[in-house]
C-alpha cells in the first residue's frame, strides 16, 4: 500500500530563517506531487505541483520553492522566511494520470516568530 | 478565486441525525470530490463524483452533483460524535488531465454526542 510522510510536524522559526520541508512517497511510481498552505479556517491554497523529476510548477510566486530531486521526494523550501509564511504545509500525491484522488500527509505546522 | 464554495460554513448536530452539506462551484469541471480533515491532520479522500454522473454512495455518505446548478451536496447519515470534522469540495476545473484540485473553504461539522 501507498504511504506518504511529512516532517517535522511542527516547527517554529525566527523570521529570516531558511526552510527545508520535506515529503516521501512510498508504495508508488511516478507520481504527481502537490504542496499546499492553509490558513486558519480556511482552505487549502495550491503552491507547487509536479509531475516528474526536476519539472515544478508554482501556482502562487513567493519567497517559497520547491524541488523534486528523486521521483518520490518532495521538498519545499525558503531562503529567508517571513511572517506571512505561517501556517498548516501538506503535502500531497496523486496518481499520474488526471483527475484522481488526493492523498495527504499529516502536515507541517509552522510558526514564524 | 475560489472554485468550490461550501455551505454552512459550521453546522452542528446531535449524533444520530444527519449532516447535510453543499458545495456550489464556477466552472465547468471533469469530477468533483469530498474531502474530510480531522483537526490538525491531513485531508482524506472521501469520494469522487465524475461529471456525468448523478449520485454517488459510499457507506453512509451520498453525494449528489447538478452539473446545471453547478452544485454538490454531500449526505451523511446517521451521524456519529467520530464524524467531527472539516468537509471539503475539491474541483479539477474541467478541461484535459487536469492535474490540479481547487479547494473550497470547508464546512465545519460538529457532532454532539
Known amino acids: 500500500s501507498q504511504t506518504i510522510h511529512q516532517w517535522p510536524a511542527t516547527l517554529v522559526q525566527p523570521v529570516g530563517s531558511p526552510l527545508s520541508l520535506e515529503c516521501t512517497v512510498e508504495?508508488?511510481?511516478?507520481?504527481?506531487l502537490y504542496w499546499y498552505r492553509q490558513a486558519a479556517g480556511r482552505g487549502l491554497q495550491l503552491l507547487f505541483y509536479s509531475v516528474g523529476i526536476g519539472q515544478i510548477s508554482s501556482e502562487v510566486p513567493q519567497n517559497l520553492s520547491a524541488s523534486r530531486p528523486q521521483d518520490r521526494q518532495f521538498i519545499l523550501s525558503s531562503k529567508k522566511l517571513l511572517l506571512s509564511d505561517s501556517g498548516f504545509y501538506l503535502c500531497?500525491?496523486?496518481?499520474?494520470?488526471?483527475?484522481?484522488?488526493?492523498?495527504f500527509g499529516d502536515g507541517t505546522r509552522l510558526s514564524i516568530l | 478565486s475560489q472554485q468550490g464554495e461550501e455551505d454552512p460554513q459550521a453546522l452542528s448536530i446531535q449524533e444520530g441525525e444527519n449532516a447535510t452539506m453543499n458545495c456550489s462551484y464556477k466552472t465547468s469541471i471533469n469530477n468533483l470530490q469530498w474531502y474530510r480533515q480531522n483537526s490538525g491532520r491531513g485531508l482524506v479522500h472521501l469520494i469522487l463524483?465524475?461529471?456525468?454522473?448523478r449520485e454517488k454512495h459510499s457507506g453512509r455518505l451520498r453525494v449528489t452533483l447538478d452539473t446545471s446548478k453547478k452544485s454538490s451536496s454531500l449526505l451523511i447519515t446517521a451521524s456519529r460524535a467520530a464524524d467531527t470534522a472539516s468537509y471539503f469540495c475539491?474541483?479539477?476545473?474541467?478541461?484535459?488531465?487536469?492535474?490540479?484540485?481547487?479547494f473550497g473553504k470547508g464546512t465545519l461539522l460538529t457532532v454532539n454526542p
Open positions: 500531497a500525491w496523486s496518481y499520474g494520470q488526471g483527475n484522481q484522488p488526493q492523498h
Open positions: 508504495g508508488t511510481s511516478n507520481p504527481n
Open positions: 475539491a474541483t479539477d476545473g474541467g478541461g484535459g488531465s487536469n492535474y490540479k484540485l481547487t
Open positions: 463524483i465524475r461529471s456525468n454522473e
